[in-house]
């Protein structure tokens, strides 16, 4: 049915729709939408069967969630930037159970400084936990996604991190196909678990493993990452075929067949990027897009297929690897192996900085000359930078740097010394 | 006052011993392992220490759990010894559904657990949590507070050895002033750890208002079961806290982890209690009141209170300690 609503509620809706049994619930911005909208769904009847837990921390609401899959029940969970690398520990150790949880990420910068507008530092600083990592364009893949999660999931019984941007995705309001419970009722089975805690049939879990061991139980876990390259466009096919759109798979090529420059990048940024591929298109320009919607496991093999036509590529990344540059970039370097390939990196949108279609095109244009430096900060205020480093040349006791440099912007009502 | 042992009219002694005999009570009383039937829910085998009060607790306690609730027992384990000396797979001493995430979250696992069974309807499988001291005052105090607060349907039990014993031994919240440990060195002006330190989780739990609370010691262990049993009759969020000598922490003979685990009792430094929705319902009497001298310098982590020149006061400060329990908990007057 069509919607015009919000995207956490959307995402609610069709996380309903899956009948998760035990939903952990803990607030944190951008991420408070789909839980607080979920929980009105269960407080109201609509979903029987479902046991809503307000949890103590996000550590909680994972470690609830680990319980709760280990005993068989299909299990959601959401969060975003701190309340992730607070439950860090549990994100690895779920996956490492191999419990089949899913669950969103409101993505959002990670402090200090605190910062609540979207970014991909979070989800990025998982990438190796284990969990599969899908991100969403839009607010329709948003509610698309979440159902062929549990399916994934499920199938592989290993974890399931859907990532959509915050704010951009979890507070806009666009119009949303929701499907009907017979349709998710025909895509998405009941949850048969590869492991149950059950008293008719006694297993330990998570008993410690030696060096005798933990390479091969590593492997296997790798091993299913890999299976999840095949079974993602197999489930996006699927549900093409069930539910009339595309949505999710491994990667989506826009306008790439005949590029001399492809831009890739993950998750809401795609749509901009589109919009300057068609007016650069419309001048004869022959660029095009990519975007990555497995993250983890990494499609290197279909990456280097769709890209390595190209001349170059300019990696758009809303993270920064502090000391090297991208964190994607990275990746692809390993799948560009072997080609001539010009990359660039271009660190862009931290901490919720827009992405206008202006600075994307100057850059674009930059990149089709070969201009751009290897690692670039997109509308980077170098003024206050390089201000902000004479500072701390000058003095010993110069300060803490965000502060001063909001000073500098005028954002606070002071002088800088 | 369900606590057998306080309301038994005569008090079965056994020659030469304080010790209650299964033969004297009636059938249905004995305890759990003394029935060719028990569960061995801990199976025997596993890579505890000799002497290891918190096999010997977690044995009992979990039988115990299993005959109330009819073998329908599902566990979540803390990190710590009891994780690591019964799982070194491919060997499992467990005999029933169990399951290890983490140090700190025992309690949210079982939460979670619980919450599986409820959706699922299946009523009749009972949840335990279980951890060390560290893992539940410690590190895993939040999971555990935060499963009292919701009163969740889980029985949570605390060996409590007193000290990180499988880290190798190094100062917790639990950790008695004066001990010494390996982050609480015998060494300065005041050796050992310090004093006015620490927290009760026992009483942090009655103020959480939770249905039921108990303290218990290995060298009660009928005690111990019977209130194990209790807490299984009931629902909701339920905690035990029992104490558990551990002779490689506390430089104790492997032989004398029973006869530490009496003396912490009848000194009047572990007080054992009763509490139903935040009040104290019934205590263990103290039978032969015993001097706090007694219990500390059977220990090496306390020898440093016991050289050439005692250190009198420190002594006189843990008498204090153990005075005061008798007074708060009323562990001498047969009421």
């Known amino acids: ?417 | 006052m369900d606590n057998k042992s306080v309301k038994q009219p005569v008090k079965f002694y056994q020659t030469g011993t304080f010790t209650v005999g299964n033969r004297l009570l009636a059938p249905d009383e004995r305890s759990v392992q003394a029935n060719m039937t028990r569960t061995n829910s801990l199976n025997s085998g596993h890579r505890a220490c000799q002497g290891c009060g918190e096999a010997l607790g977690a044995r009992y306690a979990i039988d115990a759990a299993m005959r109330a609730a009819n073998n329908q027992v599902i566990a979540a384990n803390a990190t710590g010894c009891l994780e690591v000396f019964s799982t070194p797979y491919p060997e499992t001493s467990w005999q029933i559904p169990w399951i290890h995430s983490l140090f700190g979250n025992a309690a949210a696992v079982a939460t979670g657990v619980a919450a599986a069974l409820k959706v699922k309807g299946r009523k009749e499988v009972r949840v335990i949590a279980q951890g060390g001291d560290g893992g539940t005052t410690d590190i895993g105090f939040g999971c555990l507070s935060g499963m009292f607060e919701r009163n969740d349907d889980v029985l949570y039990i605390c060996y409590d050895n007193q000290a990180y014993m499988n880290t190798g031994v190094q100062r917790s919240s639990a950790t008695p002033g004066a001990a010494r440990t390996a982050t609480t060195m015998a060494v300065g002006e005041d050796p050992g750890a310090p004093f006015g330190q620490g927290k009760n989780v026992p009483l942090i739990a009655m103020a959480h208002e939770i249905p039921y609370v108990a303290t218990a010691s290995v060298a009660y262990l009928h005690d111990l079961e019977t209130k194990v049993t209790k807490a299984m009759s009931m629902r909701g969020a339920r905690y035990i806290h029992i104490l558990v000598p551990c002779p490689l922490g506390w430089g104790a003979a492997s032989q004398d982890t029973i006869k530490l685990a009496r003396l912490a009792v009848e000194t009047g430094l572990f007080p054992l209690f009763e509490a139903e929705h935040g009040e104290v319902v019934s205590s263990y009497k103290i039978r032969r009141r015993e001097p706090v001298e007694e219990y500390l310098k059977m220990q090496k982590r306390f020898a440093h209170l016991f050289g050439k020149q005692p250190a009198v006061e420190t002594i006189a400060r843990i008498q204090g300690i153990a005075d005061k329990n008798i007074r708060k908990f009323g562990l001498l007057s047969l009421s």
């Open chain 1, 1 to 417: 049915m069509l919607k015009q609503t919000e995207g956490s509620h959307a995402m609610a809706e069709a996380i309903a729709l899956c009948r998760p049994e035990v939903i952990c619930a803990y607030p944190i911005t951008p991420q408070t939408h789909i839980v607080e909208g979920l929980g009105e769904i269960v407080k109201s009847g609509q979903l029987t069967n479902c046991e809503y837990i307000n949890v103590e921390s996000e550590f909680a609401a994972l470690s609830v969630a680990i319980g709760a899959s280990a005993a068989g029940a299909r299990t959601y969970t959401a969060t975003a930037s701190q309340g992730l690398l607070f439950m860090a520990e549990a994100v690895y150790n779920a996956a490492g159970l191999g419990l089949p949880i899913v669950m969103t990420i409101g993505n959002r910068a990670i402090g200090a400084p605190i910062n609540i507008w979207n970014d991909h530092t979070d989800s990025m600083s998982m990438r190796d936990a284990g969990w599969i990592q899908i991100y969403a364009e839009n607010n329709q893949e948003a509610v698309d996604l979440h159902i062929q999660a549990f399916r994934l999931a499920e199938e592989l019984s290993m974890p399931v991190m859907v990532c959509v941007d915050g704010f951009i995705l979890t507070h806009a309001y666009e119009r949303v196909d929701i499907p009907s419970q017979e349709q998710v009722d025909a895509f998405l089975p009941k949850f048969e678990p590869r492991q149950i805690l059950d008293p008719s049939d006694p297993v330990s879990i998570g008993a410690m493993v030696g060096p005798d061991a933990f390479m091969e139980v590593r492997y296997l876990a790798h091993q299913k990452q890999m299976r999840a390259l095949e079974l993602l466009p197999q489930l996006s096919a699927e549900f093409k075929e069930k539910f009339g759109r595309e949505a999710g798979g491994l990667l989506k090529t826009y306008r790439t067949e005949d590029a001399t420059t492809i831009v890739v990048a993950l998750g809401s940024v795609i749509g901009t990027i589109k919009d300057v591929v068609d007016d650069m298109r419309a001048q004869g320009e022959k660029i095009g897009a990519l975007s990555i919607c497995s993250f983890r496991p990494f499609p290197t093999k279909e990456l280097h297929d769709a890209l390595a036509h190209a001349d170059r590529i300019v990696v758009l990344e809303k993270s920064l690897s502090l000391g090297i540059g991208g964190v994607v970039s990275h990746d692809l370097h390993m799948a560009l192996a072997g080609t001539s390939l010009k990359a660039y990196t271009v660190i862009a949108g931290l901490g919720g900085r827009s992405i206008t279609k202006a600075s994307l095109r100057a850059l674009f244009d930059k990149a089709q000359k070969d201009a751009l430096e290897p690692l670039t900060f997109l509308d980077l205020n170098t003024t206050v930078v390089d201000r902000e480093l004479e500072r701390e040349k000058a003095l010993r006791r110069s300060g803490p740097t965000a502060e001063n440099i909001l000073k500098q912007l005028g954002t606070v009502a002071a002088t800088v010394r």
